[in-house]
């Protein structure tokens, strides 16, 4: 799909919801829930891309500002549809936020959203990186292995020994589908710290264990053109997108994507085949991933079960966008929580250190996490974790209405600088973990940045590390392990 084609279909996308909010704007129980304004949504994205939008899409190549404008069309254009459309406005929490609330959270969405996208703006037309030349000209350079492919054989097998041992029967791990071990109890996320490390210390080893032997299979490839070499990448980008830990969509999907660039870059024009393969196998993966969620496979035990006795509710697709996209009434509550207290900035300070993965451990219990008193005011008890609070949200707690989109921003700079340090990277290993970072961050762009900092830390705390100790070892001569590295 060219680009003035994909501009086409976002004009008539964001008509179409305008139109149908202009519509409704008289409703009574839109006025009554404080969503008569809700026009202004698409209105405002539909003037953001006339103005902004449309000259990113046609002039410059940048991903950061593809995840934006993606995002923003979810949360500005299709979610006030779809609310529209059911009749459905609340999202999956059990507070509803007030109407006052709601028209404030309004607002605040359209001003964030025209903010950030002046920001977007300046940053992808400051220079010429992000020209499509530019780009092709980085991704077409060679990436070779630069750890010692030695070293990484042998923590491959010190991995693989850790699985045996505590990880094979733990639970911790699934393969294509998530298993019921226990009916009623769901997967969950991982808490205590021998489960976590047993996690890290597999998961680097499988991610390791990919990188070899794609890396390699590359190598031979260019040699003899012998098409087994593609096989074997393919069947080892397969195994490191089907193993599964805990019940979290979004990290199938950056390890997904993670591992088509890694084709991409060793096999290039030969990878289309591999990446359309793996690609599918991930797609199949995420539904059997989302069916065990939604369909409470946790509790009758059985999919076919599930699939046959399921009937499709059509207002849950509105609560699932307000929630996963932080929509309006998410917004509200946060609002609401500010009008009923106090939030110190050190609080914020007191977030991201308890973020940080390896200092974390020192500042436990020295506060309360902003999410928790966020879940425990939406739960009415005492909750660490179930919603997400919208990166404006948590900017309004903290810097009231002129300053809220600051952390908005703040994620929008990390992930444009992701990107320009990926397409500059000469290591493959490095490629890899960078892209799963800028992942991680392109698509939270409108979430709340502390959790996008734990996880980026944990994933350099740990992946990282084996990368930089294996380029250390690799570069000693005594340690007989400075093996030649392998070009891709």
């Known amino acids: 799909m060219g680009k003035k084609m994909v501009l086409l279909f976002i004009y008539l996308m964001t008509i179409l919801s305008l139109v149908f909010c202009l519509f409704n704007e008289k409703?009574?129980?839109?006025?009554?829930?404080?969503?008569?304004?809700?026009?202004?949504?698409?209105?405002?994205?539909?003037?953001?891309?006339?103005?902004?939008?449309?000259?990113?899409?046609?002039?410059?190549?940048?991903?950061?500002?593809?995840?934006?404008?993606?995002?923003?069309?979810?949360?500005f254009v299709v979610q006030p549809f779809v609310s529209v459309i059911t009749g459905q406005f609340e999202s999956l929490s059990m507070y509803s936020s007030t109407r006052q609330s709601n028209e404030i959270a309004i607002a605040l969405m359209c001003y964030e959203l025209v903010t950030i996208s002046l920001l977007i703006t300046y940053l992808v037309f400051k220079d010429n990186f992000f020209t499509a030349d530019n780009l092709l000209k980085k991704l077409n350079k060679e990436k070779k292995l630069e750890g010692n492919g030695f070293f990484y054989f042998i923590y491959i097998v010190f991995s693989f020994t850790i699985f045996l041992i505590f990880g094979r029967n733990s639970g911790i791990f699934s393969f294509i589908f998530l298993k019921v071990d226990e009916l009623g109890v769901r997967v969950g996320d991982l808490t205590d710290f021998r489960s976590v490390a047993t996690k890290q210390i597999v998961l680097a080893g499988l991610i390791f264990s990919f990188l070899l032997v794609v890396s390699f299979s590359a190598k031979k490839f260019k040699e003899t053109n012998r098409k087994r070499y593609l096989l074997y990448s393919l069947i080892m980008a397969m195994i490191n997108v089907s193993v599964i830990v805990g019940e979290r969509r979004s990290?199938?999907?950056?390890?997904?994507?993670?591992?088509?660039?890694?084709?991409?870059?060793?096999?290039?024009?030969?990878?289309?085949?591999?990446?359309?393969?793996?690609?599918?196998?991930?797609?199949?993966?995420?539904?059997?991933?989302?069916?065990?969620?939604?369909?409470?496979?946790?509790?009758?035990?059985?999919?076919?079960?599930?699939?046959?006795?399921?009937?499709?509710?059509?207002?849950?697709?509105?609560?699932?966008?307000?929630?996963?996209?932080?929509?309006?009434?998410?917004?509200?509550?946060?609002?609401?929580m500010k009008a009923i207290g106090t939030y110190p900035l050190s609080n914020i300070f007191y977030d991201f250190l308890r973020s940080i993965f390896g200092i974390s451990f020192f500042f436990k219990d020295k506060g309360t996490l902003t999410t928790e008193i966020f879940n425990t005011f939406v739960y009415g008890y005492k909750r660490e974790a179930g919603q997400l609070i919208p990166s404006v949200g948590y900017g309004y707690l903290y810097m009231g209405f002129f300053l809220s989109p600051i952390f908005t921003g703040l994620n929008v700079l990390i992930t444009y600088n992701l990107e320009r340090i990926l397409f500059k990277l000469k290591s493959l290993e490095m490629s890899y973990i960078v892209s799963f970072i800028f992942l991680r961050f392109g698509t939270s762009l409108y979430q709340v940045t502390p959790p996008l900092v734990s996880m980026a830390t944990q994933y350099l705390c740990t992946v990282g590390l084996v990368f930089f100790i294996s380029k250390f070892f690799g570069k000693r001569k005594e340690f007989g392990l400075n093996e030649k590295s392998i070009d891709c």
């Open 27 to 75: 409703s009574v129980n839109m006025i009554n829930m404080g969503y008569g304004s809700l026009w202004l949504l698409p209105f405002t994205f539909l003037i953001v891309t006339i103005f902004l939008f449309t000259n990113i899409i046609l002039k410059r190549k940048s991903f950061t500002s593809y995840l934006f404008i993606f995002l923003s069309g979810i949360r």
């Open 251 to 336: 990290i199938q999907v950056y390890t997904c994507i993670s591992t088509l660039y890694l084709l991409y870059i060793c096999f290039s024009k030969k990878s289309k085949l591999l990446m359309w393969i793996v690609g599918i196998g991930s797609v199949t993966i995420l539904v059997m991933m989302s069916l065990y969620k939604f369909l409470n496979i946790f509790i009758i035990g059985s999919y076919s079960e599930a699939l046959k006795n399921n009937t499709v509710d059509q207002n849950q697709w509105s609560m699932i966008l307000s929630a996963y996209f932080g929509g309006v009434e998410l917004l509200g509550t946060a609002i609401d």
